[in-house]
């Protein structure tokens, strides 16, 4: 079985634009869950999307935004873009309550 | 909401050595807890959870972890340390949204590098 794959693995940008992530969750997978990374921060949670409709949301600014396609596919944009948005921006897919994550790669981002 | 405690960010253990990694967690409900580990340049890999079924929890790699209520721990341990498990751990509890039903936000501790040396 496939696991969770993202892409692009490397983005640099710089501030004031905008990126777009993506993210494929296991097959069979409705839950998908972004992180950001960062070494001052830690993981911290952006939100989750479970059949197309967002959850949970974390205490990040409305610049961070997610949707979730029919197929579970699920995408995050972060529009202006700052310095202290660099980071590994993890995607995870479950099967919801109790199970596991299952996590991605991740995406760094590098804003410049 | 639910949070973790994660005891020392950096752990150095010989080669062979016993690995004790510690977790605490605060919960006002049973929690749904989990181990992780991340190489370089990577994303988390699942060590082990813990779901309520049992209280000694055995993993990948050797690693096994006790869910202990009294104390509100959930302790990381494997027996001998191998050079291949250099990596940063964290553990995490699943932190129920009960308006939406959701459980798909995890709460991580800040991390524990382990070095292993020869």
């Known amino acids: 079985k496939a696991g969770v794959t993202q892409t692009p693995r490397y983005l640099i940008k710089t501030r004031g634009q905008q990126v777009t992530l993506s993210c494929s969750p296991i097959?069979?997978?409705?839950?998908v869950s972004w992180y950001q990374q960062t070494p001052g921060q830690g993981l911290q949670f952006l939100f989750e999307y479970f059949s197309e409709t967002q959850r949970n949301k974390g205490n990040f600014p409305g610049r961070f935004s997610g949707r979730q396609f029919s197929n579970s596919r699920s995408e995050m944009n972060v529009s202006t873009l700052e310095l202290g948005d660099s980071a590994l921006y993890l995607c995870a897919s479950s099967l919801g309550r109790e199970n596991e994550q299952f996590f991605g790669p991740g995406t760094r981002l590098t804003v410049l | 909401a639910q949070s973790v405690t994660q005891l020392g960010s950096h752990v150095s253990v010989s080669e062979g050595a016993l690995v004790l990694l510690r977790c605490n967690y605060s919960s006002s409900v049973p929690p749904y807890l989990f181990w992780y580990v991340q190489y370089p340049n990577q994303g988390l890999q699942l060590l082990l959870k813990y779901t309520s079924a049992a209280t000694l929890v055995k993993g990948i790699n050797g690693f096994e972890a006790e869910f202990k209520k009294s104390e509100t721990s959930f302790h990381l341990t494997k027996p001998s340390a191998h050079m291949s498990d250099a990596a940063e751990y964290f553990c995490a509890v699943s932190d129920q949204d009960v308006t939406t039903d959701s459980w798909g936000k995890l709460q991580f501790g800040a991390g524990t590098q382990v070095v292993v040396t020869p």
């Open positions: 097959s069979g997978h409705r839950s």
